[in-house]
């Protein structure tokens, strides 16, 4: 695992638009991308960028069960604000939200991610250890599925919502095994609140109790964080 240390996020989002340049420029052709506040400053600097992503695919990791693409809260309305309307890509996929036939819809988001093996993936991790929606306890192995949010995450993700009430519970998430197979992962995260979620990424023992940790294992994984979101790892 390749570690780097920016100062904060503006500096983070850099380094990652580079990453996706270099990438980019060497022929990837499949980008996994997130959602959430990590990732912003990185689609912020892909957007002031020459980066020109007609000829690619991108395939999102995870969507609110219930929310449809012009909901505000949706993570389809947030990847067309943050990105596509200014970077649009030949094809972009996303889980449909708003199938609650959970069964097909994670056959069929499997098969697309089957069907466009990802190139990069870009994860931000939850302060639970989470990455896509994959909450503790997850299966290593697991394909997409429809998860139910812990409350840690609610709680998180509620800073977005009016108020804790109005968080989906539920979502469909690529699965930590599609993640896995993934030929390069980029992972960032910013601030204080994710020191202890990477140092047991990092440091810790690989657990399904932290689904970031099996990234140990994976031979391609490069890691942005700022000052404070390193500030418990040993580094020398
Ligand atoms: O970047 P945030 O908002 O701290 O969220 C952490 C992670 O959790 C998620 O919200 C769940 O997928 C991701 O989008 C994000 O990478």
Redesign the pocket.
């Known amino acids: 695992m390749e570690i780097i240390v920016v100062k904060d996020k503006f500096e983070g989002g850099k380094k990652a638009a580079e990453i996706f340049k270099q990438e980019h420029d060497s022929g990837a052709k499949v980008f996994g991308l ?6 912003e400053t990185t689609y912020e600097q892909i957007v002031a960028s020459d980066l020109d992503f007609s000829d690619d695919v991108s395939v999102n ?2 969507e609110y069960v219930g929310l449809a693409p012009d909901d505000e809260q949706s993570y389809h309305y947030y990847m067309q604000h943050h990105l596509f309307d200014k970077k649009p890509f030949k094809k972009s996929y996303l889980p449909d939200g708003t199938n609650l036939d959970d069964n097909a819809e994670t056959k069929r988001y499997s098969q697309v991610i089957a069907d466009n093996p990802i190139d990069l993936q870009l ?4 302060e639970n250890g ?1 990455i ?2 994959n909450e503790p306890g997850s299966a290593f192995d697991s394909t997409t599925s429809k998860i139910h949010l812990t409350d840690s ?1 609610i709680k ?2 509620s800073r977005y919502f009016d108020n804790y009430e109005d968080v989906p519970k539920y979502a469909y ?1 690529m699965g930590i095994g599609e993640i896995m197979r993934s030929k390069k992962i980029l992972l960032e995260a910013f601030g204080k609140n994710k020191a202890e979620a990477i140092k047991a990424m990092v440091e810790g023992e690989v657990t399904t109790a932290v689904p970031a940790s099996i990234l140990q294992k994976h031979p391609n994984v490069t890691v942005i964080v700022d000052e404070d979101a390193a500030s418990l790892l040993n580094l020398d």
């Open positions: 997130a959602t959430g506040g990590t990732p990791l995870d994860l931000g991790i939850g989470h896509g929606f995450t998180a993700n998430s």
